[in-house]
């Protein structure tokens, strides 16, 4: 399948500290509020000495388009096993999304996602629109390192599986 703009991506940076995560993830809300930014979610985790994974999200910050915070959770939901994920918002929104990604990556890659971030470490999540991909990663410049996959998932198809879920609700 040829590669398009209408793709959704997630991105991963790890930083020393939570503050750095922090201020790239507002340099993502920044390019947002410029127009650079379309539909996408993020979130700032960071992962304890014992490897377990504490979702710090700015609920009011990252209600970007469609997805209303919650791509973010989802993609953390398949990065992350529950065992791992300390806060997991583990509904059924979440988890409908969740399961809608996780078809478009292999269980390798997420295996590879789950291990980016070390203990001691945080990282920047962000899920959206593939042609804002080369965006955030110029404006992102306080990672250690950093990594993107293609999901072979559509926007549309999210914000569909979403709003189906919220039905559901």
């Not at 992962?47 to 504490?54: L, R, T």
């Not at 300390?86 to 996602?113: C, D, N, Q, W, Y």
């Not at 203990?119 to 629109?129: K, M, R, Y």
Request: aromatic share 4%; no cysteine; charged share 25%.
């Amino acid at each position: 399948m040829p590669k398009t703009d209408d793709e959704t991506f997630v991105y991963l940076a790890t930083y020393p500290n939570e503050a750095a995560a922090r201020d790239d993830y507002q340099v993502v809300k920044d390019l947002h509020g410029e127009g650079l930014v379309g539909s996408y979610d993020a979130a700032v985790v960071t992962k304890d000495a014992k490897g377990k994974v504490h979702e710090n999200k700015d609920e009011t910050a990252t209600r970007h388009g469609a997805w209303g915070g919650i791509a973010a959770g989802a993609v953390l939901g398949v990065i992350f096993p529950p065992a791992v994920l300390a806060s997991a918002a583990v509904g059924g929104v979440v988890g409908s999304v969740g399961g809608h990604l996780a078809r478009g990556i292999s269980r390798s890659k997420v295996k590879e996602l789950g291990d980016f971030i070390d203990p001691g470490q945080a990282g920047l999540v962000v899920i959206g629109e593939l042609k804002v991909k080369e965006a955030i990663e110029k404006a992102v410049t306080r990672a250690e390192k950093e990594t993107a996959e293609e999901l072979g998932v559509a926007p549309e198809e999210i914000d569909r599986v979403l709003q189906e879920a919220l039905k559901g609700l």
